[in-house]
């Protein structure tokens, strides 16, 4: 195959993909006026209905903007030779291959962050505003950019400046170091994340002695799970909406709460909330997922061993010198049909994994109760009581509110 018709290619590969994800988009914002199921009639009333409805329509209006901007965006830097005019500016300034490749990722990934703020913005306070969740000072929201562009520059160009060098020395079996270090990678970042990441961008206390404590720990106790390590996370600073999750293994595991949960729920409901996240523990879904992880991330590697040298790539994207870097990017874009079926596989895995931690909730502690904090978490974010069932399939990591109340009910 010639650099031409793999640069058609590429640019059909874009095309199909953008197209699929607004006709999704746009079946799911067809059912946003269905009546709601009676099941689910009691979580909003007639103003908050009116209200969840004008965000959904608002927020797939800016959904379609952002994203057709973007594609555009990316279909133009293709066409015109971007990615050539940065890998030439990358050269201009070293001729070390993994100095260039991280100039080369610094410049589009700083280039496409900046491009991208203002819609983040209007998102935050203008959206978000409008509808009662931010809470985001500006302060804030700048320092979470620089925060996040310094961790993507010493973690992500840590990592890449590896991969690099592995490719130098190790030529087409480059992929099985990369493989180990990425997947030695993931473990750790599993199990230190809430220490060392979090308190980048949030503060975490220890949940005060009183009757929640105590609830969850004699829950915790009764289903034999060892629990030391119970945080709440200051998540009221950026937005009103709520969550919990689970996070590490063994003595470094922790049940992680939301301020904004503690607020919004009852006691017995926190408790059943909890509940859903032993069940995934005791489920082991935290060791399954990490383990299709690093198989999915074994297979792409391997791929990318068989194609990343093929000058071909970089010449589809308009690049005259082959190299490491532009293989990669026209590779990601090319294995993107394979990432969504992946996607899709795992979206099913995990939407199972919900129910059994449903499940697992259910007969350890309270149906009931972790039925009433999901209709008011959906309350409280103004959630879609009637997304459409390809819209779920495809996108959903968690079943619908609908689909999560009826599994539940079955066994109440």
Known sequence: MNSEN????????????????????????????????????DVYDAEEYEKSQAYKKE??????????????LTLGFI??????????????????????????????????DILMTPF??????????????????????????????????????????????FYQFAGDDFWWYAWILISIFSVFMNMFYAKLIVPLFNKQTPLKEGSLRTKIEEYAKSVGFKLDNIFVIDGSKRSTK??????GFGSEKRITLYDTLINDLEEEEIVAVLAHEVGHYKKNHTIVNMAASVLTTGFTLWLLSLFVGNPVLSEALGVENPSFHIGLVAFGILYSPISEITGLIMNYI??????QADNFARTTYAGKFLIS?????????????????????????????????????TGI
């Open 79 to 112: 066409i015109f030779d971007g990615f050539e005019f940065v890998d030439e500016i990358a050269r201009s300034i070293s001729d070390n291959s993994i100095i260039i490749a991280l100039i080369f990722f610094g410049i589009i990934m700083l280039g496409s």
């Open 242 to 247: 709520a969550n919990a999750y689970f996070s």
């Open 373 to 409: 904090s999901l209709k008011k978490l959906s309350k409280n974010t103004l959630s879609n009581l009637t997304p459409h069932k390809a819209y779920i399939f495809v996108h959903y990591s968690h079943p619908s509110l609908l689909q999560r109340y009826r599994n539940l009910k």
């Open 6 to 41: 793999l640069f058609y290619i590429i640019i059909g590969i874009i095309i199909i993909d953008f197209v699929i994800d607004k006709i999704l988009d746009a079946l799911n914002a067809g059912h946003f006026d269905d009546p709601i199921p009676t099941e689910l009639d």
């Open 59 to 72: 927020r797939f209006k800016f959904g379609m903007i952002t994203s057709t901007f973007s594609v555009l």
């Open 350 to 355: 995990s939407r199972k994994f919900e129910y």
């Open 120 to 165: 983040s913005w209007y998102s935050t306070f203008v959206i978000e505003e409008k509808y009662g969740f931010n809470k985001t000072t500006k302060g804030t929201f700048f320092l979470d950019k620089l925060k996040g562009l310094a961790m993507g520059a010493i973690i992500g160009g840590g990592i890449l400046a590896l991969i690099v060098w």
